[in-house]
Structures are given as structure tokens and as C-alpha cells.
């Protein structure tokens, strides 16, 4: 079953953390990206890689934290640095030669406590 | 700068009216711009693009680039409908990401 695979769908953490959430695609996608959802908001672009070994920030990139060492895996670190962790993430992928049709993961969403 | 936005956050219609999701956008040059929906309990996915001209389940969206705008139409509303839809432009930069507005939620009632 092709897709992306996002984990843990539920995560509670205390402050202070750190955290990391797994993405992983099975679609032979080059490029990665990391949103952030939260209500009245929209979807914010935190970190994208378009190739293994590479990655950039998006739009609000501090406090988090990512790696891009396989084709198929991009997890994010949700340092203790995030102030206002609390969220929805979401991680999404696409072909190179993007069309702008992204595939996206079922959701991460992390708890603060 | 590059902006989308969806001025409302809720829309509430009933099933076999005309629908209209408002999206607007702030870009210099030729722009590329999508329509994703989230319903409940399933993943965000596309439902159309401006460029392909498609219509997708009863939705159309049309270009307007004099208004800056890309209202989602569909002449008549069904329960299944009832969704999260977001208005996206594809950046000239930062790997062609997408902008996504905040984000429209639609209701339809019986």
C-alpha cells in the first residue's frame, strides 16, 4: 500500500522535551516537506528538503529541527526551543518536476502538557 | 509578497444550494493556484488545479487574475460535501512550496 506514514498519530509531551516525528513515504517522492496546522491559521511551511542530504527552513523553522538521510524518511525534532508546540503536523511529499500536487500523511498531533 | 487568503472561516449552506469558497491572493507574475480539501477523518488531498481547468465532483474553480481571486463554485450543494478546503498558490521560491490560506470550513445541512 503506497503512501506516507506519519508516527506516532498521538504524542503527549511534557515541557522541556524534545520530540521527533516520523515520516516516511514509500511513493519514490524527492521532494519532503513539514506543515504545521493549527485552527484560523491554515497550514505553515516548517522545514522542506527537495533531495537526500538537504533541507531548508520554511517559514517557522525555530525551535524544530530535521534530517534527511534516506529517499524515504524526514522526521522532525520538536526541540524544547518551540514555544507554542502544541499542533497538528502534517508531513508532505511530491515528485521532482512538482506539479504542485502534494501527498500528505494522516497527521501528527503533538500535546504539550 | 506571496499571500493567500480565505476570508471566511465557516460556511454554512444547505444541500442543493450554490456554493461559493472565496480565495484570494497576493503574487507578482503568472500565478499557479489549488484547491485541497480535507474531510473528516481523512487526508488532505487535491481537488483541483487552475491550470488543468477540471471540474472535480461538481467544483469549479476559475482564475481571475484582474481580481486577484479563486472562488470554488459548485451550482449545487451536497452533504458529502461538508469539508475543510484550502486555497493554495505555489511560491517562486523555497522549492516551489505551497501557500496555503487559513482555510474555509464548509457545512452543508440537509
Known amino acids: 500500500d503506497g503512501g506516507i506514514t506519519q508516527s506516532p498519530k498521538y504524542l503527549f509531551r511534557k515541557e522541556g522535551q524534545n520530540v521527533t516525528l516520523s515520516c516516511e513515504q514509500n511513493?519514490?517522492?524527492?521532494?519532503m516537506y513539514w506543515y504545521r496546522q493549527d485552527p484560523g491559521q491554515g497550514l505553515r511551511l516548517i522545514y522542506y528538503?527537495?533531495?537526500?542530504?538537504?533541507?531548508q527552513k520554511g517559514d517557522i523553522a525555530e525551535g524544530y529541527s530535521v534530517s534527511r538521510e534516506k529517499k524515504e524518511s524526514f522526521p522532525l525534532t520538536v526541540t524544547s526551543a518551540q514555544k507554542n508546540p502544541t499542533a497538528f503536523y502534517l508531513c508532505?511529499?511530491?515528485?521532482?518536476?512538482?506539479?504542485?500536487?502534494?501527498?500528505f500523511g494522516e497527521g501528527s498531533r503533538l500535546t504539550v502538557l | 509578497a506571496q499571500r493567500v487568503t480565505q476570508p471566511e472561516k465557516l460556511l454554512s449552506v444547505f444541500k442543493g444550494a450554490p456554493v461559493e469558497l472565496k480565495c484570494n491572493y497576493s503574487?507578482?507574475?503568472?500565478?499557479?493556484l489549488f484547491w485541497y480539501v480535507q474531510y473528516s477523518r481523512q487526508r488532505l488531498q487535491l481537488l483541483l488545479r487552475?491550470?488543468s481547468r477540471e471540474s472535480i465532483k461538481g467544483f469549479t474553480a476559475d482564475l481571475n487574475k484582474g481580481e486577484t481571486s479563486f472562488h470554488l463554485k459548485k451550482p449545487f450543494a451536497q452533504e458529502e460535501d461538508s469539508a475543510m478546503y484550502y486555497c493554495?498558490?505555489?511560491?517562486?521560491?523555497?522549492?516551489?512550496?505551497?501557500?496555503f490560506g487559513q482555510g474555509t470550513e464548509l457545512s452543508v445541512k440537509p
Open positions: 528538503s527537495q533531495i537526500v542530504n538537504d533541507f
Open positions: 511513493l519514490n517522492h524527492d521532494a
Open positions: 508532505a511529499s511530491t515528485l521532482q518536476g512538482y506539479t504542485g500536487e502534494l501527498f
Open positions: 493554495a498558490l505555489k511560491g517562486y521560491n523555497q522549492g516551489g512550496k505551497l501557500i
Open positions: 503574487y507578482s507574475g503568472s500565478p499557479e
Open positions: 487552475h491550470i
